[in-house]
């Protein structure tokens, strides 16, 4: 008898156990602060041990982050080879966005709006930023049969990650509006003709 439906069991509990204790760490994040959430309050509102929550969570810090990485990177590498950087990128984006939630995306938002606001989550989230931005020009010098170290898929990269960015501080200002998927998107099809005014 096989064992890779218990292991889809067991997997999917994991992952069960996993968004669950987020999930309270963010609401008592934005009920009590950051600062003022222990990790033993946010194990008790999950019923689990402390623990437990460090067996998923390396740190507290890492109850804030969401590792969309994975699934951009996966999306990205399998955009149509004919595709520029940016329209792959833009492509990969628009598969990432269309596979989460409206819930996913608000939470996501949330997530953001923490990191902006709260220095130390900031400082850990650069790590995740710099790390995202290796993985796309690796990915983009792979796409276009060049080195990763290539001055042209560096310059490329640091475009579309600088409009990402630019959108990024509008949509997780408090009580913004921006819708923001779609605004990179036409931000990266701005980029993508030339910038023109």
Same mark, same amino acid.
Do not use: F, N, P
């Given at each position: 008898m096989s064992d890779r439906p218990a292991?889809? /069991?067991r %997997? #999917?509990? @994991? !992952? @069960?156990? #996993? !968004?669950?204790?987020q999930k %309270?760490? /963010?609401r008592l994040f934005r009920e009590q602060g950051y600062s003022?959430?222990?990790v033993e309050q946010i194990a008790e509102a999950a019923e689990v041990a402390p623990s437990t929550v460090f067996r998923y969570f390396a740190s507290k810090e890492d109850l804030v982050f969401n590792d969309q990485l994975p699934p951009f990177a996966e999306a990205l590498s399998a955009a149509p080879a004919d595709l520029s950087p940016i329209s792959a990128v833009r492509? !990969?984006? #628009? %598969?990432v966005t269309a596979a989460r939630? $409206? %819930?996913e995306i608000a939470e996501g938002v949330e997530r953001e709006k923490l990191m902006f606001s709260v220095p130390e989550l900031w400082a850990a989230s650069l790590t995740n930023v &710099?790390?995202? /931005?290796r993985s796309m020009q690796e990915i983009l010098a792979r796409r276009a049969g060049r080195d990763a170290s290539d001055p042209e898929i560096r310059n490329i990269t640091g475009a579309i990650a600088g409009v990402i960015f630019a959108v990024w501080f509008d949509w997780? @200002?408090? $009580? &913004? @509006?921006v819708d923001g998927p779609a605004e990179i998107d036409k931000a990266l099809a701005h980029l993508e003709e030339g910038l023109r005014l």
């Open positions: 292991q889809g /069991l %997997e #999917r509990k @994991k !992952a @069960k156990t #996993r !968004a669950l204790i %309270e760490a /963010l003022a959430t222990t492509v !990969a984006l #628009r %598969e939630t $409206d %819930e &710099s790390g995202a /931005l997780v @200002k408090e $009580d &913004s @509006k």
